[in-house]
């Protein structure tokens, strides 16, 4: 790619963020996009819609990037809980990484790589028309004493990672036990999930419970809820609450829209009328279909709640019976954050969910490996001309060419890589996870991995399936091959950053896809729709930053011209991500910094690929003493990593005996534990099951939909 090509992706995108800033900060301030732009304010109360006109809602305004910069992490822990905080600390911690490779990078290896003259020399008279491989590691000549300074810079930056990592790692850990310690008594504290529950003839599901944990862990067991099989009862409130929805904006609507005719020849009726007995037959059915399943549609499992966040515990890690199939333990999530769906699941059926989601993923990177080869395909002109020689003329045209190469391949694999995260989380959705939080950590790890080898490996050596399966059946052929490839890719990486980084991220302030959502639902939407506040797509943000990190500490020292586009990217998502949690985001669950072990993980990974690559280019450019002193490198790093799952990884498991004794303790004799219990008791009651109240003016729609006996 020309230096020209990348100048016009910049400006492009440059323009776009520009644009969504301008229409963000006028737009958040008009009443009647406060639903888009400020939902959460709205359901808390902290925003009121002012109907006066007032001329300074038609400017922008910086006003809210201010507002944004002065939160603290105190401020974020408060309103967001821990995990907005540790997302945050991913931004910063990689603002860190890259401010440091950055210094070095540019002031010491960039110079270095430009005076090279491996490929050709510089032309500064005609800058943008030089290739982008000059300022990368492939122009320097092989065997020069100047590549000690790569040797160099890759020790330095592994042990400022490594450093970083440690602290950062210690800091969270602390600040989850500190979390813990602060936290108001919470029903999965004190409860657990039991599964495979055997069942003698003649006795039910809840006698077995209570009979075991009553002699097995007498002292402290609580009480005990068994699971039912919802689902048919869900999808019946589902349509009731849908028809509950159009019946009340029928009655807010002009009334000659209460009157339609039923059928192609039936006669004029009341819509509202219609739609109340269509309701009242709905709600027989619930009543009914609720009956059966509190009856007999028990499954062999139940929440567990004891005495003691101990006492709970102990039971957890405890195998509760010499066949380990049997009463099977884990964690109970927050009540809210239950997937209740998984339940309905037999164990064969879980089992084969489990191996579908494994070929649906295979078959979903090999579908994807489609779209990287067409983009690979357009980042080189003459194949171009090839391929399709009725586009030569077009292609001669400077601008065309400049958008096709520079800016076009990463707006498409941005396009199609947009649908990989709602598809990881249903694939998640169906692997038998029993929170929304598993299945979300769950997507997490699969858009992270999907998108390091279908964008980074595949992209890098851009060839057909068998070659890189191949390449990785060898393993000694992979430094050398990556020592090729990837300096050869670094300015379709550069493009990328710019576009997958800063559009899409100011494209996420600006809220596209709710605000036309807005816009097309505003004409069938009443006063009682109630307000849909947001919670931020862990699975789809933290691998995207995640990725940038690989991207950033793999390229430092090939081509680190990629590394201003990656500062840029970070400053920006660091104020946007401060803004969203304020005004957009809100909490759905709080696993107190579990996602902080995938970034870890994450940054490990890169940092031994990083070596790998190493090892190739100086064996490459026939350095072999510098490619036999990185070979230490990976292997100090993953014994680094090892004694930071040993010293770190248990707590982000399960809390110490030490914090849950302790805090027991603090509470023992505090007189809320009792109402607390009480609650407890009937926490993890399935929400199918609950009465459900609705409002009306009719009185049938003012009895619950449920009955409550």
Avoid at 31 to 51: F, H, M, T
Avoid at 88 to 112: E, H, N, Y
Avoid at 460 to 481: A, E, M, T
Wanted: glycine share 4%; proline share 5%; hydrophobic share 45%.
């Amino acid at each position: 790619m020309l230096v020209s090509a990348l100048l016009t992706s910049v400006g492009i995108n440059s323009g776009l963020c520009v644009l969504f800033f301008v229409l963000y900060s006028i737009l958040r301030k008009q009443p009647s996009y406060y639903e888009v732009y400020v939902p959460r304010l709205l359901a808390e109360g902290n925003s009121k819609r002012r109907s006066r006109f007032n001329l300074e809602r038609l400017l922008p305004s910086p006003g809210w990037i201010t507002k944004a910069w002065k939160l603290s992490e105190e401020d974020i822990l408060s309103s967001s809980g821990l995990d907005a905080l540790v997302f945050m600390r991913i931004i910063t911690f990689s603002l860190k990484v890259f401010t440091f490779a950055g210094i070095i990078g540019i002031f010491i290896l960039l110079p270095v790589n430009s005076i090279g003259t491996q490929l050709h020399e510089i032309d500064f008279a005609d800058l943008s028309n030089n290739s982008l491989d000059v300022f990368t590691i492939s122009n320097v000549k092989s065997g020069s004493k100047w590549l000690w300074i790569h040797f160099s810079a890759v020790y330095i930056v592994t042990i400022f990672v490594c450093c970083l990592l440690y602290f950062e790692y210690r800091y969270i850990s602390s600040k989850r036990i500190a979390y813990f310690y602060s936290s108001k008594p919470q029903p999965h504290q004190f409860t657990i999930l039991v599964r495979s529950i055997p069942v003698s003839f003649g006795s039910g599901v809840s006698e077995s419970v209570e009979s075991f944990f009553k002699e097995f862990h007498p002292t402290t067991y609580l009480s005990h809820v068994v699971v039912h099989r919802t689902n048919k009862l869900r999808s019946l409130i589902h349509e009731s609450k849908k028809l509950y929805k159009s019946l009340l904006h029928l009655q807010s609507g002009p009334s000659h829209q209460k009157y339609r005719r039923i059928g192609l020849f039936g006669k004029r009726v009341d819509l509202v009328d219609h739609y109340e007995k269509k309701l009242e037959g709905i709600e027989q059915n619930v009543r009914l279909e609720q009956s059966d399943v509190s009856l007999a549609q028990e499954t062999r499992a139940a929440f567990v709640s004891f005495k003691s966040r101990y006492g709970a515990a102990v039971a957890c890690h405890l195998q509760q019976s010499i066949n380990p199939t049997h009463w099977v333990t884990e964690q109970a999530p927050e009540p809210d954050d239950v997937y209740w769906p998984f339940f309905s699941s037999s164990f064969l059926r879980k089992w084969i969910s489990k191996l579908v989601v494994v070929l649906a993923c295979i078959l979903l990177t090999i579908l994807f490996l489609i779209p990287v080869l067409v983009v690979q395909g357009l980042t080189n002109l003459s194949q171009l001309e090839i391929m399709f020689p009725f586009l030569k003329s077009i292609l001669t045209i400077t601008f065309v060419s400049q958008v096709i190469t520079g800016y076009l391949p990463s707006l498409i694999l941005q396009l199609f890589l947009k649908i990989v995260p709602p598809i990881m989380e249903f694939l998640s959705s169906i692997q038998g996870y029993i929170s929304h939080s598993d299945i979300e950590k769950s997507a997490c790890n699969k858009v992270l991995w999907f998108t390091i080898w279908n964008i980074f490996f595949a992209t890098v050596f851009s060839g057909s399936v068998l070659s890189q399966v191949s390449i990785f059946l060898d393993p000694k052929n992979i430094p050398g091959k990556l020592a090729v490839s990837v300096p050869a890719q670094a300015s379709f990486f550069i493009a990328y950053v710019v576009t997958s980084g800063w559009t899409s991220t100011s494209s996420d302030l600006f809220r596209i896809i709710p605000l036309i959502c807005s816009l097309a639902t505003r004409c069938f939407k009443s006063a009682n729709d109630e307000l849909e506040v947001p919670s931020i797509p862990y699975h789809r943000d933290i691998p995207r930053v995640l990725f940038f990190g690989l991207l950033g500490i793999t390229y430092f020292f090939l081509a680190p011209l990629i590394l201003p586009f990656l500062l840029v990217y970070l400053c920006l998502a660091y104020i946007i991500f401060l803004n969203q949690f304020t005004n957009v985001y809100m909490p759905k669950y709080e696993t107190a910094g579990k996602f902080w072990p995938i970034v870890h993980n994450s940054m490990i990974f890169s940092l031994v690929l990083m070596h790998a690559i190493a090892i190739g280019i100086f064996t490459l450019k026939k350095l072999s003493i510098a490619s036999t002193l990185i070979f230490p490198l990976p292997v100090l790093t993953l014994l680094f990593n090892e004694y930071c799952r040993k010293r770190f990884l248990p707590n982000f498991v399960a809390y110490p005996a030490e914090v849950l004794l302790k805090k027991d303790r603090q509470e023992e004799n505090d007189p809320a534990m009792a109402e607390f219990f009480n609650h407890l008791v009937t926490a993890y009651e399935d929400p199918a099951l609950m009465p459900i109240q609705y409002s009306a003016t009719t009185d049938s729609l003012n009895s619950p939909l449920l009955s409550s006996n």
